[in-house]
Each structure stands twice: as structure tokens, then as C-alpha cells.
């Protein structure tokens, strides 16, 4: 597969996630590669970004592609919520989200995030994590597996997925993606095997965020990102899915209403990505971007 390293919404970002000039500091609270890390060093020669990411291989291809910007680059293995919850208020010129995983976790990890690969069912971002993706699939219970399922897959067809996950590791354990994405693929109604999407994408989707605890992290980090911040500087945060969106459109809003707002909304809509981004870059296309501003 041609992989795309181009950082999502690069312009769009740059436009909206402003950096003062002179010594300033963002945050990068998902470095992934370094796409929009670069972005920003290479634009603000002021700048310096501290780069988070939990993922540690990610993280090395990250450092080695910025290493060109010396000490104006430093990496921090974190979750970005305990990142955020221990850093100085007030300390940041900028906070850049950009959620959910990279091309690399599909392509190249080898942690069983695609349902297309034969590889070990991980999906570990840490991988001194305490549960993976097979201690689910293997040990949840039926009902707590089709929770999971319809909860952050949103996939409508999740007691029957759970039903034929449960009844197939009575007779042997899942190890690989494959064998779950076939068990997947024969539990669903004959109509939806051929659909829009591979009738496993849902519930891949939702063992990775499982397996991560990646919605429950969205909030307190947001919140943290807010103290973190200087006033006037700005948050900007990229979705890729409605329960990401979801999570970050209330939590602004909230924010930024009643007596004594800190934060202005500065995208009453969400940007999305242009056709000609989508073409060349398709798994942009449900990529949403929200921006907002600390005001005291
Ligand atoms: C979509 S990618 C970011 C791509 C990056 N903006 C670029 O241009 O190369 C998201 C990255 O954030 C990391 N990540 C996701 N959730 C995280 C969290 N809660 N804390 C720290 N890192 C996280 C993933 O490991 C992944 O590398």
C-alpha cells in the first residue's frame, strides 16, 4: 500500500492554530510521525513543540524525522491526558489534537489493527498496556463484548458478532486479525458482507478503542489542554469519528457558555477537508477540525 505522510488538514491547521511570534511553545498531543510537527518548526523558526505520543515505534520514526530541529523538538512517551494533567498552567502558545491512530498502526505495526492482516490481535498503543485487543475477544463476557461492540463501533449488529465470537473461542482462542475478521464477516446478515464498508471495520474500531481507553481520555485532557494554555492561545483538535466529534463539539460548548466562559469558539462549524484533499489522501475524509481559543 502507497502510504500518504502527509499530516491532515496541513493548511487549515497552520491557518487556525496560531503561534506568536518571538519564543513560543506548542503542543503536539499526538505527534504520530511528525506531520504537523514539521508543519509548525518548519514555519515558526521561534518555535518550539514538545511532541506526545504513547506509542513508542511511532515515536522513534517521529524523532528521527524531526532531529533536524535539534533541541526545538521534545519527545514525551505519554498518554496525553497524564501529560497534560502534570504540566504547568498556563505554559503553552498552542495545543494540537490530532485523534485516533496513524496509517503506520494499520500498515506496518504488525498489532492486528486492520482486519485485512494475519497478525497477532493486539492493538496495544502502550505495550506495557494491561489489556489487548485478544483479552477482550477471548474473556469478556457475551453481553460485555456486545456493549463494546455497539458502544464504540456503533455497530448495529453487535449481539450477533458477540454471539459468534463467544461460541467460536469455546473451540479455540482468537489469535489473529484474520480469524476474527472471518468469524465477523460469516455472523452478519448475507446483504451487509458486501456493504459499504467490511463488516468488520466497526468492531475493529471499537477494540481499538477499548483496548486504549481512547474516548474516555478526550474530556480530561481537553480540560487540562485549557488550564495548560496561555490566554489567547489556541486549541485545535482533528475527529475522525461522530464519537470522537461528539465528545470535543459538547465539551467546547460547555465551556464556552454561561457567565464566565474561557474559551471562544472560533469554528462554529467544524472545518472538513477539501475534495481535492480527499482525493488524494482518502482516509481524511471523515476528518473534522474544531478550534477554540482560551479568552482569561
Ligand atoms: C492520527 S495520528 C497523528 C498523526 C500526526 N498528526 C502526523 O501528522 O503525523 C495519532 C497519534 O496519536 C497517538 N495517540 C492516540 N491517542 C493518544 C493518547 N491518548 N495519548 C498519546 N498518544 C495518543 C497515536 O499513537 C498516533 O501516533
Redesign the pocket.
Known amino acids: 500500500m502507497e502510504i500518504d505522510h502527509t ?1 491532515v488538514m496541513p493548511d487549515e491547521v497552520l491557518e487556525n492554530l496560531l503561534i506568536p511570534s518571538g519564543p513560543s511553545v506548542m503542543i ?9 510537527s514539521s508543519l509548525f518548526l518548519e514555519r515558526y523558526p521561534s518555535l518550539s513543540v514538545i511532541g ?4 513508542a515505534e ?1 515515536q522513534k520514526k517521529a524523532i528521527e524525522r524531526l532531529s533536524v530541529y535539534g533541541e526545538r523538538f521534545t519527545p514525551v512517551l ?4 497524564d501529560y497534560l494533567a502534570s504540566a504547568d498552567s498556563g505554559m503553552a502558545d498552542a495545543i494540537l489534537f ?5 496509517m503506520f ?1 494499520y500498515a506496518e505495526s504488525g498489532r492486528g489493527f486492520s482486519f485485512r492482516g494475519e497478525e497477532t490481535l493486539d492493538m496495544r ?1 502502550d505495550k506495557d498496556g494491561d489489556i489487548s485487543a485478544q483479552d477482550i475477544v477471548n474473556g469478556y463476557s457475551e453481553e460485555s463484548l456486545a456493549d463494546v461492540i455497539y458502544r464504540y463501533g456503533e455497530e448495529r449488529y453487535s449481539r450477533r458478532i458477540a454471539r459468534a465470537v463467544v461460541e467460536r473461542r469455546q473451540t479455540r482462542p482468537f489469535e489473529l486479525s484474520s480469524d476474527l475478521a472471518e468469524v465477523i464477516f460469516q455472523s452478519v446478515p448475507p446483504a451487509y458482507r458486501y456493504g459499504r464498508i467490511h463488516p468488520a471495520t466497526r468492531t475493529f474500531q471499537a477494540l481499538r478503542i477499548e483496548v ?1 481507553r ?1 474516548l474516555d ?1 478526550i474530556s480530561p485532557a481537553l480540560g487540562e489542554a485549557i488550564r495548560v494554555l496561555k490566554k489567547g492561545g489556541r486549541i485545535a483538535v482533528i475527529t475522525f469519528h461522530s464519537l470522537e466529534d461528539r465528545i470535543v463539539k459538547w465539551y467546547f460548548r460547555d465551556r464556552a457558555a454561561g457567565d464566565n466562559p474561557d474559551i471562544r469558539i472560533i469554528t462554529k462549524k467544524p472545518i472538513i477537508p477539501t475534495e481535492e484533499e480527499i482525493e488524494r489522501n482518502s482516509p481524511s475524509r471523515s476528518a473534522k477540525l474544531r478550534v477554540v481559543e482560551k479568552v482569561v
Open positions: 499530516p503536539d498531543c499526538t505527534t504520530g510521525e511528525g506531520g504537523h506526545i505520543d504513547r506509542d511511532i505519554s498518554w496525553f491526558n490530532d485523534l485516533g491512530i496513524s498502526h498503543l486504549n481512547e481520555r
